[in-house]
Structure formats: structure tokens, C-alpha cells
Nanobody
């Protein structure tokens, strides 16, 4: 059974940091590129960050470049999103996505003072 389980979301003040994790199971994790998306009410889900199978290449939305870092540990079947210098506009539900089409359930990130 394929599972993608996000964790690490929460409430943080502007300028703060959070690290999201997505634990994968039920498939060969290292065979697939992984991504993080986010969604706010009334808007389409948007791509935040992407990482290739072995982490050799990453890509970011312009809005998060220089503040967010995606990484993965294939030994732990986990992909991470380190988020620094958070701003209120980063408030969203964050989802991890596996290249074959699998989605996690999402984790809420709220940036507010």
C-alpha cells in the first residue's frame, strides 16, 4: 500500500523556520523524483520544489528561491522541505508528491504573528 505521510507543519511567526518531512512507503522511493506542492483555499495547488531521484538536481518556485531547500534521504525513504524566512504568504497546506502520481494528505503551515 502506497503511503506518503507529511509532518512538521504548524504555526510559526514571520521570519521563522519549519522543516517538513514526508515519509514514503509501499514503493521504491529512490526510483522516483519527488516534489512539494502547496495550496490555499480558492487557489490551485502550486509546485514549490522538486528534487530528482538521487537529489542531483532541484528546482524551486520563484517565490521560495533562496528561502526553501528540498532534500531527500533515500535510505530513510523521506523527502524534506526546509523553510526559512517564512512570510505570511507561505501559509498553506503543503503536500508531498511522488512522480508516479501519489499524494500525501497534507500538513498545514501557518505563518502569523
Amino acid at each position: 500500500q502506497v503511503q506518503l505521510v507529511e509532518s512538521g507543519g504548524g504555526l510559526v511567526q514571520p521570519g521563522g523556520s519549519l522543516r517538513l518531512s514526508c515519509a514514503a512507503s509501499g514503493f521504491t522511493f529512490r526510483n522516483y523524483a519527488m516534489s512539494w506542492y502547496r495550496q490555499t483555499p480558492g487557489k490551485e495547488r502550486e509546485l514549490v520544489a522538486f528534487i530528482t531521484r538521487f537529489g542531483g538536481s532541484t528546482n524551486y518556485a520563484d517565490s521560495v528561491k533562496g528561502r526553501f531547500t528540498i532534500s531527500r534521504d533515500n535510505a530513510k525513504n523521506t523527502v524534506y522541505l526546509q523553510m526559512n524566512s517564512l512570510v505570511p504568504e507561505d501559509t498553506a497546506v503543503y503536500y508531498c508528491f511522488a512522480e508516479f502520481g501519489g499524494w500525501g494528505q497534507g500538513t498545514q503551515v501557518t505563518v502569523s504573528s
